[in-house]
């Protein structure tokens, strides 16, 4: 049919077509779409950030101490940690976000998806803020605590101050003292295992070189029981205990003695100050996994909000957990590995020249 002069229809297929108009529900409905992906955009965007303050301040974790202890040079750092964050972030990243971090904010906020839309993209922006206010003042924080935070602070305004888990919190601020403490005597105990068994003994070299096996396989194992325990990746193949402490122990043993035969081939233990020539090499490998854990455990802080605004403007649907696509990792991987590139020597420099003199022996226990 064909419709009478003078009065106008909606044309479905060229709706602008002159004589027709939109419908109402069609321009809602425009409106919304136009909305949603306005939304996706900006959570693009402000993910894109957040991935890159996280490579600019977080890459301190890893490199900070075999730079300031000369083990490696600044440029040689910016571009190893680049690539292995790359690689933690896109294929051992957690492939789950989960749509109220940490479980800091109550559940009965997320009533309404549109409330919780805008809640992210505010934490997110938050915490990139700070995170770039950090970095440019060369201050080491927490990219994990700022997310936390910021998540607080939309807690409060969306629902008031008990919408907060107060009680996490307060694990949360634990944390913040009980991490140091730990590592203070953690670092203290392993220099003071390496000048009592190592540098306080004649023929230093040669004892560092016998030893190594032992220092090698301490962290072998660590790392070994961290990455099946903390990265996404190592809990997805559910190991028993009892299988993950085995798989570090043999994993271990067998590191240390390659690593061993390794180091006599290259005559570390006859350079001058032979020690920490072995020293500098486990301190390097030590970095290279944090560098690979970090992009993997951090990745999600980042790309986290991003996967719940994608899903839910793909979907209309929103849950608790959402699934996170291989190319939103390799996005966050790729805004990790760019902000270590361009800012990672800021916070660097500051962990590794201005807290505390460091040579290969004590960068071996702090990054231990």
Same mark, same amino acid.
């Given at each position: 049919?064909?419709?009478?002069?003078?009065?106008?229809?909606?044309?479905?297929?060229?709706?602008?077509?002159?004589?027709?108009?939109?419908?109402?529900?069609?321009?809602?409905?425009?409106?919304?779409?136009?909305?949603?992906?306005?939304?996706?955009?900006?959570?693009?965007?402000?993910?894109?950030?957040?991935?890159?303050?996280?490579?600019?301040?977080?890459?301190?974790?890893?490199?900070?101490?075999?730079?300031? $202890?000369?083990?490696?040079?600044?440029?040689?750092?910016?571009?190893? $940690?680049?690539?292995?964050?790359?690689?933690?972030? $896109?294929?051992?990243?957690?492939?789950?976000?989960?749509?109220?971090?940490?479980?800091?904010?109550?559940?009965?906020?997320?009533?309404?998806?549109?409330?919780?839309?805008?809640? %992210?993209?505010?934490?997110?922006?938050?915490?990139?803020?700070?995170?770039?206010?950090?970095?440019?003042?060369?201050?080491?924080?927490?990219?994990?605590?700022?997310?936390?935070? %910021?998540?607080?602070?939309?807690?409060?305004?969306?629902?008031?101050?008990?919408?907060?888990?107060?009680?996490?919190?307060?694990?949360?601020? $634990?944390?913040?003292?009980?991490?140091?403490?730990?590592?203070?005597?953690?670092?203290?105990?392993?220099?003071?295992?390496?000048?009592?068994?190592?540098?306080?003994?004649?023929?230093?070299?040669?004892?560092?070189?016998?030893?190594?096996?032992?220092?090698?396989?301490?962290?072998?194992?660590?790392?070994?029981?961290?990455?099946?325990?903390?990265?996404?990746?190592?809990?997805?193949?559910?190991?028993?205990?009892?299988?993950?402490?085995?798989?570090?122990?043999?994993?271990?043993?067998?590191?240390?003695?390659?690593?061993?035969?390794?180091?006599?081939?290259?005559?570390?233990?006859?350079?001058?100050?032979?020690?920490?020539?072995?020293?500098?090499?486990?301190?390097?490998?030590?970095?290279?996994?944090?560098?690979?854990?970090?992009?993997?455990?951090?990745? %999600?802080?980042?790309?986290?909000?991003?996967?719940?605004?994608?899903?839910?403007?793909?979907?209309?649907?929103?849950?608790?957990?959402?699934?996170?696509?291989?190319?939103?990792?390799?996005?966050?991987?790729?805004?990790?590995?760019?902000?270590?590139?361009?800012?990672?020597?800021?916070?660097?420099?500051?962990?590794?020249?201005?807290?505390?003199?460091?040579?290969?022996?004590?960068?071996?226990?702090?990054?231990?």
């Amino acid at each position: 049919m064909t419709a009478a002069r003078g009065m106008s229809s909606y044309d479905p297929v060229n709706p602008t077509r002159e004589g027709f108009s939109r419908s109402p529900a069609t321009l809602r409905y425009g409106r919304h779409m136009s909305a949603d992906w306005s939304i996706l955009v900006i959570g693009y965007a402000l993910g894109f950030y957040m991935a890159w303050n996280i490579g600019a301040n977080d890459v301190a974790n890893a490199m900070a101490s075999p730079v300031g $202890a000369k083990a490696i040079t600044m440029r040689q750092a910016l571009v190893i $940690a680049g690539l292995l964050n790359f690689l933690g972030a $896109a294929f051992i990243g957690s492939h789950v976000a989960e749509t109220i971090r940490k479980g800091i904010v109550s559940p009965e906020l997320m009533s309404d998806p549109r409330l919780a839309l805008i809640g %992210a993209l505010s934490a997110l922006l938050a915490a990139a803020l700070w995170v770039s206010f950090a970095t440019y003042k060369s201050l080491p924080v927490s990219t994990t605590h700022s997310i936390v935070g %910021a998540m607080v602070g939309y807690g409060i305004v969306a629902g008031g101050f008990w919408a907060v888990n107060w009680a996490k919190m307060g694990s949360v601020v $634990a944390s913040w003292i009980v991490s140091p403490l730990f590592a203070i005597v953690i670092s203290y105990l392993m220099f003071k295992l390496i000048v009592r068994l190592v540098l306080s003994q004649p023929g230093s070299g040669v004892r560092a070189l016998t030893l190594s096996p032992l220092f090698v396989g301490f962290s072998v194992f660590v790392m070994i029981l961290s990455f099946l325990w903390k990265t996404p990746l190592g809990k997805t193949l559910t190991i028993s205990p009892f299988l993950a402490v085995s798989l570090s122990l043999l994993m271990a043993y067998m590191v240390g003695t390659i690593c061993r035969r390794i180091f006599q081939h290259m005559k570390l233990h006859k350079e001058e100050d032979g020690a920490e020539g072995v020293f500098r090499y486990i301190q390097v490998g030590t970095a290279c996994y944090v560098a690979l854990a970090q992009g993997a455990n951090d990745v %999600a802080n980042a790309i986290g909000p991003l996967a719940v605004i994608y899903f839910f403007v793909k979907t209309g649907a929103f849950q608790d957990k959402v699934p996170i696509p291989i190319f939103l990792l390799i996005f966050g991987g790729i805004g990790i590995a760019a902000g270590i590139a361009m800012a990672g020597s800021r916070v660097m420099l500051t962990m590794g020249e201005k807290i505390t003199q460091l040579t290969n022996t004590r960068g071996f226990s702090v990054d231990f």
